[in-house]
């Protein structure tokens, strides 16, 4: 059998834990997999002393195109992607202008994504007050789901919803066969903390920390939980930010709610002590909380109740982070190209969690999760989307490490114990030795009916 890429050598993880073979990449796809494959092939890789992971799916990402290009775009947001390991990735229907809540909007993005991004991506629709009725299109073109805020985005073209139009949106949803996404946080409690502390002239980072507890999140993911089990929809809570919010969902689930959630690193790594040290930079919502929250998330990441990280990429030009207001900054974290190194850093070197849990949490739960049909595994007929890391280096990242188009972190500084070698999309490399190598081929993925394997 010949091959259009054969991997040598690579410690493979996922196949009876972690394993050394030989990878062969046939027409985009994984041809074979075993020890010593044999046969010619236009290029070889030689992977000796390297893990080989399925490519990171990043459940979670603004991209911002159109119309706000300047925070971030296909271009380099997709660079970032692939420097980060990941293969794959799915856009949020905001900070987009127009975001993506109709069929022309979705279109938009689309002719963006084709032009210029170096991974492939899909999308998430959006689900905004008199945006119901526009859930059908969005369907039709493809969308994995339809996110939606239960308090106010920050953004004015992407509104909130109230809880009528999020079950009336969650009732459409599940008669298209698509999950809802919210972003879980009491509109009341929040609005109304921030409101009492700006009036009071209170406006630092602690105060902001303040103004959104952990209350807020329990208690609107509770509502979201009721909702969906009334309307029978699919319900994914993004960026869980509490180990409790996670058991709240978990609890769902071992009732029969078909409900899932996802945190972000910067919850697994960061605490409010670091967001009153780095300031604006480490300024997200729901906000970085304590160190034993954060032992609660790894905890449930560990036992297999959390079953998904994603980045939440949600960059913006450094004017929109400074400032001594905390309030008025923009609430959003660059993350998506330190993800996976920080789990391996934070999860796997620090804490011993199994390469596969990670695996699984980043890229294979991902890809079942919303349906993307061929990736988030190593075995034959998947897509060959594929990372190579080194786990036997550390390096500092700095700023000229980063590829996004402003290059600001809450993690510059930091050691991580992982170092993306070579990622591959469909079997082309994109990046090797930290260089985008060729043009940008991503393409935009559609999830697979129900009656399709994932």
Request: overall charge negative; aromatic content about 4%.
């Amino acid at each position: 059998m010949s091959f259009d890429v054969l991997v040598r050598g690579a410690t493979v993880v996922g196949i009876h834990g972690t394993a050394r073979f030989d990878l062969g990449v046939a027409d985009g796809l994984i041809a074979a997999l075993g020890p010593e494959l044999a046969g010619p092939a236009t290029e070889e890789v030689d992977a000796s002393g390297l893990h080989l992971f399925p490519g990171v799916v990043d459940g979670h990402v603004h991209m911002n195109e159109p119309g706000r290009a300047d925070w971030e775009g296909f271009d380099t947001g997709t660079r970032a992607l692939a420097a980060g390991g990941a293969t794959a990735a799915i856009d949020m229907p905001l900070n987009a202008h127009p975001p993506t809540v109709t069929a022309a909007a979705f279109d938009a993005k689309r002719r963006c994504l084709e032009r210029s991004a170096f991974v492939d991506m899909a999308l998430w629709g959006g689900l905004v007050p008199g945006g119901v009725d526009a859930m059908d299109e969005l369907a039709a073109r493809g969308v994995v789901g339809f996110k939606a805020f239960m308090c106010s985005s920050g953004i004015d073209d992407f509104p909130g919803v109230d809880d009528l139009t999020l079950y009336e949106g969650m009732c459409r949803a599940a008669l298209l066969g698509l999950p809802v996404a919210v972003h879980a946080e009491s509109e009341a409690i929040t609005a109304g903390l921030a409101q009492r502390a700006r009036a009071a002239g209170r406006t630092a980072m602690r105060d902001f920390l303040a103004s959104r507890p952990a209350v807020a999140e329990l208690q609107a993911i509770e509502r979201a939980i009721v909702l969906a089990q009334e309307s029978g929809c699919s319900l994914h809570v993004v960026h869980v930010s509490t180990g409790r919010g996670v058991a709240l969902v978990a609890d769902a689930r071992a009732r029969g709610v078909d409900v899932s959630c996802e945190t972000c690193p910067h919850y697994l790594v960061l605490t409010e002590e670091d967001a009153e040290v780095l300031g604006n930079v480490a300024k997200c919502a729901p906000p970085l909380r304590s160190r034993e929250e954060r032992e609660g998330l790894w905890r449930a990441l560990a036992d297999g109740t959390l079953p998904m990280v994603a980045s939440d990429h949600s960059p913006a030009p450094w004017g929109l982070k400074s400032g001594d207001d905390a309030f008025a900054a923009w609430g959003g974290i660059s993350g998506c190209q330190t993800l996976l190194a920080l789990l391996l850093t934070e999860g796997h070197r620090a804490r011993g969690l199994d390469l596969d849990l990670l695996a699984r949490a980043t890229s294979g739960y991902v890809a079942r999760r919303f349906r993307l049909s061929g990736k988030g595994r190593i075995e034959p007929g998947a897509d060959a989307d594929l990372v190579l890391v080194d786990l036997e280096v550390s390096d500092e990242l700095s700023a000229g490490d980063l590829h996004y188009r402003h290059r600001h972190s809450p993690f510059l500084g930091r050691t991580l114990s992982a170092r993306v070698a070579r990622t591959l999309v469909r079997g082309r490399t994109v990046l090797a030795d930290g260089r985008i190598v060729g043009p940008p081929a991503g393409r935009l993925l559609i999830p697979a009916t129900r009656t399709e394997s994932p």
